[in-house]
């Protein structure tokens, strides 16, 4: 069982925006920004498209943005597209190892 | 443009030694970086496996490290993984996948699929 929880799926319309949550404890999601977010297209493998909460590696769009509150931290995509239909992980680095959560299916309608 | 791509038996017997190898290009694996192995069930999701350090120290999730081996091979630029007494629950696809630090994975290899059968 993951340490990390998130809602099973979540839905939208194209131009729409969706936020997954991510909840841990203070001794993942609440240390030291060491959330990271992982789009996982199907047949594909994941692909980081958040690290550090909130920054965003090269290529990947603006319209994916990243916070955190307390021990809760969220993916939100903001002007849906059909090409973002696919599973969402968080991951937390603690304690010197990488904690997923159990993943989110985004979809769009 | 860096590329990982996981070769090994994609059946192997239970209680026997499960053996991936991870051969990366464009990126040397003696530069800075740590080199991890991801599994991924339909049962249990994403699951780190452990890591090995640029310079050879490994470091192992609590869970498996009784029964992981994850080692560099600089001669032929690749990294391999040894997971013992292997049962149906490690059924599953194994990714490798690069750190450049920072606490996230950079960059994964599509995966390859391992039963654990008789």
């Known amino acids: 069982q993951s340490a990390l929880t998130q809602p099973p799926s979540v839905s939208g319309s194209p131009g729409q925006s969706v936020t997954i949550s991510c909840t841990g404890t203070s001794s993942d999601v609440g240390t030291d920004n060491r959330v990271s977010w992982y789009q996982q297209s199907p047949g594909s493998a994941p692909k980081v498209i958040l690290f550090?909460?909130?920054k965003r590696p090269s290529g990947v769009p603006d319209r994916f943005s990243g916070s955190q509150s307390g021990y809760t931290a969220s993916l939100t995509i903001s002007g849906l597209q059909a090409e973002d239909e696919a599973d969402y992980y968080c991951?937390?680095?603690?304690?010197?190892?990488?904690?997923f959560g159990p993943g989110t299916k985004v979809t769009v309608l | 443009q860096v590329q990982l791509q996981e070769s090994g038996p994609g059946l192997v017997e239970p209680s026997g030694t499960l053996s991936l190898t991870c051969a990366v290009s464009g990126y040397s694996v003696s530069d800075v970086a740590y080199w991890s192995w991801v599994r991924q069930s339909p049962g249990k999701g994403l699951e780190w496996i452990g890591e090995?350090?640029?310079?050879?120290?490994?470091n192992y999730h609590p869970s498996l490290k009784s029964r992981l081996t994850i080692l560099l091979d600089n001669s032929k630029n690749a990294f391999s993984l040894e997971l013992r007494s292997v049962t149906a629950a490690d059924t599953a696809k194994y990714h490798c996948?690069?750190?450049?630090?920072?606490?996230?994975?950079?960059?994964w290899g599509s995966g390859i699929q391992v039963t654990v059968s008789s």
């Open positions: 991951c937390s680095y603690t304690s010197s190892t990488y904690v």
């Open positions: 090995v350090f640029y310079t050879g120290t490994p």
């Open positions: 996948v690069r750190s450049l630090g920072w606490w996230f994975l950079d960059l």
């Open positions: 550090q909460v909130t």
